[in-house]
């Protein structure tokens, strides 16, 4: 089975301090990660996502995620965060030798960015 | 469309009554999934579609649960009497993979969602 771990359900940031979000994961065999942003009555948009290669993935409106394997994990960074980043963001694995329909989700961490 | 697209946006339904949502994927998607998702939680795997092929209903929590695609393009989830702890965000995805494992690296793309509350 697999299975994501967001142990922080919010962060608090100030504007223009670096920022991470934390994901842990648990797959059976070599996992495909994503990070997912969701607005305010909004759909869940997609972020970035760690297929294969380098350990640091660039994805949309400057945010960055570094896979760890030897850490099974893949947090969400920004070096300088903005009042509009806030929202809510979900990390989810899907498991590249299991059933590839399943993507699983995290519980969600709230982002606050104070001026 | 540009995006997927998913009616109606909100549905207040009573106890008892049926009710369908409606999914349009991105054009050209042949993956089709459903998920649904609590307050407070994150996304849950409903069902999945490769074209018309219902791949994988596990997600579904009973039988008063089911979707289709009878054409490969537009899906239905209907959800039979409809009970209180039915209420939640449902929310289509869709994306250009066949779901075979080597298509587990594509992006999954979401619509906004349907709000479903039973009373």
């Known amino acids: 089975a697999q299975s994501v771990a967001q142990p922080e359900d919010q962060v608090n940031v100030a504007e223009g301090n670096p920022l991470t979000v934390k994901c842990t994961y648990s797959?059976?065999?070599?996992?495909?990660l994503f990070w997912y942003v969701q607005y305010p009555n909004r759909g869940l948009q997609f972020l970035l996502k760690?297929?294969?290669?380098?350990?640091l993935v660039k994805g949309s409106y400057g945010f960055e995620a570094e896979f760890n394997k030897s850490q099974t994990s893949f947090h969400l960074k920004k070096p300088s965060a903005l009042v509009s980043d806030s929202a809510l963001y979900f990390c989810a694995v899907r498991d590249i030798a299991g059933t590839a329909s399943k993507l699983t989700f995290g519980t969600g961490t709230r982002l606050q960015v104070t001026l | 469309g540009a995006g997927v697209s998913q009616s109606p946006r909100y549905k207040v339904t009573k106890r008892g009554q049926d009710v369908a949502l409606r999914c349009d994927p991105i054009s050209g998607h042949v993956s089709l999934y459903w998920y649904r998702q609590a307050l407070g939680q994150g996304p849950e795997f409903l069902t999945y579609f490769n074209y018309e092929a219902q791949q994988d209903k596990s997600g579904l929590p009973n039988d008063r649960f089911s979707a289709e695609r009878p054409e490969g393009s537009i899906s239905t989830l209907t959800i039979q009497r409809t009970e209180q702890r039915d209420s939640a965000m449902y929310r289509c995805?869709?994306?250009?993979?066949?779901?075979?494992?080597?298509?587990?690296?594509?992006?999954?793309?979401f619509g906004e969602g349907s709000w479903l509350t039973v009373v």
């Open positions: 995805a869709s994306s250009s993979g066949t779901g075979h494992p080597s298509s587990s690296g594509n992006t999954i793309y």
């Open positions: 797959v059976s065999g070599n996992p495909y």
């Open positions: 760690y297929i294969t290669g380098d350990n």
